[in-house]
Nanobody
Framework: QVQLVESGGGLVQSGGSLRLSCAAS????????MGWFRQVPGKEREFVAAISRSGPLTRYATSVKDRFTISRDDAKNTGYLQMNSLTPEDTAVYYC?????????????????WGQGTQVTVSS
């Protein structure tokens, strides 16, 4: 099992940027993908982005494409989500997740390890 800890959330004005980090520990030798999801109260957790091991392949939700960039540094067991041009609609708790599979799935069920989440609030 992999333990994940997110950091970097906070309050930012509309149009601003934040960089989230996801530190992994435990059994980090998997070749699986890493993903970011987000959730607002009363709604299902939704896919944001995913990246393959070593980072050559990425996948984004339509709503964040061209604004967010996912990356990972496997030597440091850390993943990142750079978020630019933030809007109030991006306000949510953001979760990183690790998958045992190499495919860049949008489905929560494909990910078997989750962090505790970090709050991102974008003010208008």
């Amino acid at each position: 099992q992999v333990q994940l800890v997110e950091s970097g959330g906070g309050l930012v004005q509309s149009g601003g940027s934040l960089r989230l980090s996801c530190a992994a520990s435990g059994r980090t030798c998997s070749n699986g993908a890493m993903g970011w999801f987000r959730q607002v109260p009363g709604k299902e957790r939704e896919f944001v982005a995913a990246i393959s091991r070593s980072g050559p392949l990425t996948r984004y939700a339509t709503s964040v494409k061209d604004r967010f960039t996912i990356s990972r540094d496997d030597a440091k067991n850390t993943g990142y989500l750079q978020m630019n041009s933030l809007t109030p609609e991006d306000t949510a708790v953001y979760y990183c997740a690790a998958s045992a599979y190499i495919t860049l799935s949008r489905e929560r069920s494909a990910y078997n390890s989750w962090g505790q989440g970090t709050q991102v609030t974008v003010s208008s």
